[in-house]
């Protein structure tokens, strides 16, 4: 008997170690705001990075040039002034001699330089270096056919910067403030290596945070960086970023009072969350598309009446509402958000909607017997292709119903791939009709424009216009923002003429934001910005 | 026995080359690559990060490549998450993942041992049809939905615990539940059915007719006996408990490597879908093992080596 109760006393303490030694750390003490980031960077490195949340952490612990402001307009960051050349190809940055390193070094125009230089070297393999292609020889030094001393860009002296561009670029200012093209430091890079991001010790910024804890697959921590040169704007102590992926746990956690924001809620929450906190949840436009990609080239979406036919027999209305219940029903590809060139003009107002939110069967029968297929019949098989996600497949089903009831085709089918399979499959334009989005890169229509030009590695559509082409590099080297805007609304109105895509819906962030955290800017882009928040309890 | 032990070792090694031959045959086989992504990248920056993870080498040059790495105990670097290494990652989530399933698997031990003996014991008495019940919605009842009514429970609407996350040790008890869940009423049931079999045999019947109190017929005598068959799931189980399970582990945001196995996959992280698996393969040949081993003081009849 004594042996026993050695023995489950040794098994209990043991059990009791085990449990003693799960987890680490308590509630943070201060004024710190814990934000969900959802699935754990994979790199926070400004020129590797390619996620929207990758870009927050980055726009927290960094300043570019410019920044961008409560309406997302461009505005002194490090560089408190600039320049610009008549033909609106030269810009000339005078940097803050005030400006500072977390770890209290002076920054300085060569930091800009080295950064950008390294993103577009071809050695890096930073996948957003084309955000650079607008410096003169980005494209070419990036490419390997033109060397680092071409590139246009020049450093004066230690406070200023001299870029030449390729063409005039309208809202290069807001590049400026793109995570990419954020500064880093030479010296620590070159150290570290791969590794300089992945530390607290070595990740050296020159914003208004710094990271302090980095606790993989869990979270990471960031204190007010006391070498900022406007510490004194930051009103909270530091922000924490937690990774949880699953969007109900990430709203258990929220209401359980473990989290202060999350970004996106489960879809088939939003009616509940609309009733019970109707201040907390905050849905905001995103400069982003959802869209069903036709191949042109492939029958029967070779004929535009066929393609048009399929526009108008879906009611993008009901999909929007009643099956994915968020959204707004889209009218045209470029999304709501999107500035024109009066001030406060949006240019999805100004454009008008092209195609309309409601189903219009009538018509879409009509385009379909023009087209051959009187009442569908003849209609040779179709397959929808989506990757696999219950939100696309809902979507999708309710999509077959409509074209089924509205055309009188009932031979589509539906085909999940997984999402890398998908990815390839939509790349080499092996389907019919494809599920699609897009997600702006930038706060102008030319994100939404250019992705449809030849040879656009995004094109999935396989849709080659010369004209439009032509169009588009119209576009790039006008200076003369009125006349910019005109064609970008011509350019839209050319692809969707043509019939190329449905655009379904556009989407919404869904945020649940605890009604104590005041002044958090959320940009349309998808950052958020922790630097003028505050909380009020 | 060490020649027992010094075969099975040998077996393993090769098991263990073969699984990361099939693996590696399999994830290269499978459409997409770590370079994949929504927004389709130049050219020339392809090229480029295909040169830096050697995917541009023929396919039996890479398979040596990664041989060789892993022969010094090299697994490589993650092709997904910048500047990490593969030994890294298991590193620090296989402790949390072991942390997790030593305790699910000492409830399910715990709890599904005694509920299979007393319920044996006291057939077609309330308490087995209890006990029996329970075990029923424990085996029906999947980890996810059991992970959600806990949290919805005891994290948002008690509040008593953490809902998420691996924060203090208050975090460990309703994943390990969760986790632990199916297999204690599985365990039941194998012990109750085990030690029904057995209690009919002779010399159970000799043991009672010598007059043994009950007590020790089933201790000394029917338990012994009645435990293999649980000894048998229990090896490969452990082997999966404690490498972590990606459906809790995700639902809970436990930073485990449960997480990694999956989504190494979706990611096409090659090296991390190589290192993983080896790492699981190698953890499960050896819990077989250890099984094989455990007969032998359990069950004579079955001692190997002879």
């Not at chain 2, 050697?54 to 398979?63: F, M, N, V």
């Not at chain 2, 390990?176 to 009919?200: K, N, P």
């Amino acid at each position: 008997m004594k042996k026993k109760i050695v023995v489950l006393t040794v098994v209990l303490s043991l059990l009791a170690a085990v449990i003693a030694g799960c987890g680490g750390g308590a509630q943070e003490e201060g004024a710190f705001i814990t934000h969900n980031h959802g699935e754990e960077p994979e790199t926070i490195d400004p020129a590797l990075n390619t996620t929207v949340n990758g870009g927050t952490i980055i726009l927290a612990v960094f300043e570019g040039l410019t920044k961008l402001d409560e309406k997302d307009n461009p505005v002194p960051g490090t560089a408190e002034r600039w320049e610009v050349s008549k033909d609106k190809t030269k810009y000339t940055f005078y940097l803050r001699k005030d400006a500072k390193w977390s770890d209290g070094k002076p920054v300085t125009a060569h930091d800009f330089a080295y950064a950008w230089e390294r993103a577009l070297d071809p050695n890096t393999g930073a996948e957003y270096a084309y955000q650079l292609y607008y410096i003169k020889n980005g494209k070419a030094y990036n490419k390997g056919e033109a060397e680092a001393e071409d590139l246009g860009i020049k450093v004066i002296d230690d406070y200023t910067l001299e870029v030449q561009l390729e063409s005039p670029t309208p809202y290069f200012l807001k590049l400026a403030a793109f995570p990419t093209l954020m500064p880093v430091r030479k010296d620590v890079i070159e150290e570290h290596g791969d590794q300089w991001a992945r530390s607290p010790e070595t990740y050296i910024g020159n914003g208004p945070f710094k990271m302090v804890e980095w606790k993989n697959k869990d979270s990471m921590k960031f204190v007010k960086n006391e070498h900022y040169w406007n510490k004194d704007a930051v009103k909270i102590d530091g922000f924490i970023e937690t990774f949880i992926a699953e969007s109900s746990t990430m709203l258990s956690a929220y209401e359980a009072g473990e989290l202060d924001i999350i970004d996106q809620v489960p879809l088939e929450e939003i009616d509940r969350l609309k009733k019970e906190k109707p201040d907390e949840l905050h849905i905001t436009p995103q400069l982003g598309t959802y869209y069903y990609a036709f191949n042109v080239t492939k029958e029967p979406f070779d004929d535009v009446r066929v393609r048009k036919a399929f526009i108008y027999a879906l009611d993008k209305e009901a999909m929007v509402n009643k099956v994915r219940k968020s959204g707004i029903p889209a009218s045209a590809f470029v999304p709501p958000g999107v500035p024109d060139t009066g001030e406060g003009t949006e240019f999805r107002e100004v454009g008008g909607p092209i195609y309309p939110t409601k189903a219009d069967p009538e018509k879409a029968r009509q385009l379909l017997a023009e087209a051959g297929y009187p009442n569908g019949e003849g209609f040779p098989d179709v397959v929808l292709k989506y990757n696999t996600s219950e939100g696309h497949k809902k979507l999708a089903e309710a999509a077959l119903e409509m074209w089924k009831k509205n055309l009188g085709i009932d031979n589509i089918t539906l085909r999940n791939e997984e999402w890398a399979v998908f990815v390839n499959t939509r790349q080499k334009g092996d389907f019919q009709i494809a599920r699609h989005g897009w997600l702006g890169d930038y706060n102008d229509p030319m994100t939404f424009i250019d992705l449809f030009t030849t040879g656009n590695g995004n094109n999935d559509t396989q849709w080659s216009s010369k004209e439009y082409d032509a169009l588009v590099d119209k576009i790039r080297n006008t200076t003369n923002e009125e006349e910019r805007m005109k064609l970008l609304h011509q350019a839209e109105e050319m692809f969707l003429e043509d019939a190329i895509m449905i655009p379904v819906f556009h989407y919404t962030e869904n945020a649940m934001i605890k009604p104590y955290i005041k002044n958090l800017h959320k940009s349309p882009l998808g950052f958020t910005f922790f630097d003028k928040a505050e909380i009020v309890k | 026995m060490f020649k027992f032990v010094l075969n099975r070792v040998f077996s393993s090694v090769i098991t263990i080359i073969l699984i990361i031959t099939i693996t590696f045959a399999l994830m290269h086989s499978i459409p997409g690559d770590p370079l994949t992504r929504d927004k389709e990248m130049p050219e020339q920056i392809r090229q480029n990060l295909m040169e830096k993870y050697h995917l541009d080498e023929p396919l039996w040059k890479q398979y040596f490549i990664y041989l060789k790495g892993l022969a010094t105990g090299d697994m490589g670097i993650s092709m997904k998450y910048q500047g990490v290494t593969v030994n890294e990652i298991i590193a620090e989530s296989f402790p949390i993942s072991a942390q997790l399933g030593l305790v699910a698997i000492a409830i399910m031990l715990l709890i599904g041992i005694p509920a299979g003996i007393i319920s044996a014991l006291r057939q077609n008495k309330w308490q087995d049809h209890l006990a029996m019940f329970l075990a029923t919605l424990g085996v029906a009842i999947p980890n996810f939905v059991l992970a959600t009514l806990l949290i919805y429970i005891f994290g948002v609407k008690l509040g008593w615990l953490p809902t998420s996350r691996w924060v203090s040790w208050k975090s460990v008890i309703m994943p390990s539940i969760a986790l632990a869940g199916y297999s204690a009423a599985y365990i039941a049931r194998l012990t109750r059915s085990s030690v029904l079999e057995v209690i009919q045999q002779d010399y159970i019947r000799t043991a009672k007719a010598k007059g043994l109190p009950e007590r020790v017929v089933v201790y000394k005598h029917a338990l012994k006996n009645a435990l293999i068959p649980i000894v048998t799931y229990l090896g490969p189980l452990t082997a999966g408990i404690l490498t972590g399970s990606f459906v809790v582990e995700k639902i809970f945001a436990i930073p485990g490597l449960g997480q990694y196995f999956v989504n190494s996959i979706s990611n096409r992280d090659y090296t991390v879908i190589l290192g993983v698996t080896v790492f699981y393969a190698s953890f499960l040949v050896f819990m077989n093992m250890i099984v094989d081993i455990v007969y032998g003081f359990i069950d004579p009849r079955i001692r190997v080596g002879k």
